[in-house]
């Protein structure tokens, strides 16, 4: 089991910009997928974008255009790169993790707030 480790969070206003990262204890070369799921106030936790272990990656509608997922094998590190935030966008963001055995990882969570 990878422990997962996010970072990057913060307050932002409508407009700007914010880059989450999660750092895994483990090689990322060993796992199916990573990925991110947001889970807003009173909702239930979605997912925002996930990278598999040839680089294809998937987002959510609300995601396309302005997110950008991506890897750094080297580092063991994930990042989501989150531009023209909105305040739809605020949430406890998930860094996630599958292996090849299926075992899902979850981290601790990193929170967004996009507001004026």
């Known amino acids: 089991q990878v422990q997962l480790v996010e970072s990057g969070g913060g307050l932002v206003q409508p407009g700007g910009s914010l880059r989450l990262s999660c750092v895994s204890s483990?090689?990322?070369?060993?796992?199916?997928?990573m990925g991110w799921y947001r889970q807003g106030p009173g909702k239930e936790r979605d997912l925002v974008a996930k990278?598999?272990?040839?680089?294809?990656?998937t987002y959510a509608d609300s995601a396309k255009g302005r997110f950008t997922i991506s890897r750094d094998n080297a580092k063991n590190t994930m990042y989501l790169q989150m531009n023209s935030l909105k305040p739809e966008d605020t949430g406890l963001y998930y860094c996630?993790?599958?292996?090849?055995?299926?075992?899902?990882?979850w981290g601790q969570g990193s929170q967004v707030t996009v507001s004026s």
């Open positions: 996630w993790t599958i292996g090849k055995n299926y075992f899902n990882s």
């Open positions: 990278i598999d272990s040839s680089g294809s990656t």
């Open positions: 483990g090689s990322i070369l060993s796992l199916s997928a």
